[in-house]
């Protein structure tokens, strides 16, 4: 099975830049993608194919990596991006990340 | 538009069998991937189950495998999640989903349906 670890919290001031990262246990070429998650809501998709903007995602969000290392950004911060954040493979089946929550300093 | 409505959960008893459906519309229903992925109360993701668009193949982590049976009626635009043998460790949202057009990543979610497994 592909593990996907990331860190649990991140903590950013507003107006700032954050990566989020993912490390995936053995390559998964660029078949990673990435969610966002507010509270009570269902995921949605930020990011496909490592790299890949989603239609109506703000320029804001953008992806990077290949093989086993990946990286989401936020640039700048805005108060409406705090939320969990996701990693996703679909090299090998299918699996997630642990998630990373997105805090305010 | 697309939409993807869950519908059948509920409490049940551990070592019980309960079937999720999701009502699909907005799209080829007969050409698309269909998928199912749970959380538990204040965790993570997990994928559960997929079937390809014609139903002939299916897939499943080693968590479910055994127990959870993916299959979908393209006649009807629904899919549906047949669980047997419930733990308690099952509790969760569960929300079918949708792959992107010619990619692997959940592009459309449904809502959820919660299925809590407590005696």
């Known amino acids: 099975d592909t593990v996907l670890t990331q860190s649990p919290a991140l903590a950013v001031s507003l107006g700032q830049r954050v990566t989020i990262s993912c490390r995936a246990s053995k390559s998964v070429s660029t078949y990673m993608h990435w969610y966002q998650q507010k509270s009570g809501q269902q995921p949605k998709l930020l990011i496909y194919?490592?790299?890949n903007l989603e239609s109506g995602v703000p320029s804001r969000f953008s992806g990077s990596g290949s093989g086993t290392d990946f990286t989401l950004t936020i640039d700048p911060v805005e108060a409406d991006d705090i939320a969990n954040y996701y990693c996703?493979?679909?090299?090998?089946?299918?699996?997630f990340g642990s998630g990373t929550k997105l805090e305010i300093k | 538009e697309v939409q993807l409505v869950e519908s059948g959960g509920g409490l049940v008893q551990p070592g019980s069998p309960l079937k999720l459906s999701c009502a699909a519309s907005?799209?080829?229903?007969?050409?698309?991937?269909l998928n199912w992925i749970r959380q538990a109360p204040g965790k993570g993701l997990e994928w559960v189950a997929s079937i390809n668009p014609d139903g002939s193949s299916t897939y499943y982590p080693d968590t479910v495998k055994g127990r959870f049976v993916v299959s979908k009626d393209n006649a009807k635009n629904t899919g549906y999640l047949q669980m047997n043998n419930l733990r308690s460790e099952d509790t969760a949202m569960y929300y079918c989903?949708?792959?992107?057009?010619?990619?692997?990543?959940?592009?459309?979610w449904g809502q959820g349906t919660l299925v809590t497994v407590s005696s």
């Open positions: 996703q493979q679909s090299n090998e089946l299918l699996t």
């Open positions: 989903a949708r792959f992107k057009d010619n990619n692997y990543g959940f592009a459309y």
């Open positions: 194919s490592a790299s």
């Open positions: 907005g799209f080829t229903f007969s050409s698309n991937w």
